[in-house]
Nanobody, 124 residues
Framework: QVHLVESGGGLVQPGGSLRLSCAAS????????ISWFRQAPGKERDWVSC????????VYTDSVKGRFTISRDNGKNTVYLQMNSLKPEDTAVYYC?????????????????WGQGTLVTVSS
């Protein structure tokens, strides 16, 4: 069974940084667009960012533009989400996922492959 594994979450003060990682078993991530989603307590899960496979195009939701950077290391079969200037409203469980396409669809696709999530808490 294909699944993704997130890591790198934790507790950070406002203005701090974290880097999340998304690794895969039984799936070569370089062939697929990979997205990050997040779900804050008591809220629906929201799409955050995506990196395509075809040309490594990156896209972001407006609230994280200029603060978050998505990237991939194909040699490590890993996708990263670098999060800077973190705010309390960034507190959420972060998930990586793919709909097994090679382009980004802003979270609107049928995402069949998910990780278990990693908790990010931004608090002083």
């Amino acid at each position: 069974q294909v699944h993704l594994v997130e890591s790198g979450g934790g507790l950070v003060q406002p203005g701090g940084s974290l880097r999340l990682s998304c690794a895969a078993s039984s799936l070569t991530l370089e062939f697929y667009a990979i997205s990050w989603f997040r779900q804050a307590p008591g809220k629906e899960r929201d799409w955050v960012s995506c990196i395509s496979s075809s040309d490594d195009t990156t896209v972001y939701t407006d609230s994280v533009k200029g603060r978050f950077t998505i990237s991939r290391d194909n040699g490590k079969n890993t996708v990263y989400l670098q999060m800077n200037s973190l705010k309390p409203e960034d507190t959420a469980v972060y998930y990586c996922a793919t709909d097994l396409l090679d382009y980004c669809d802003y979270g609107r696709g049928n995402f069949d492959v998910w990780g278990q999530g990693t908790l990010v808490t931004v608090s002083s």
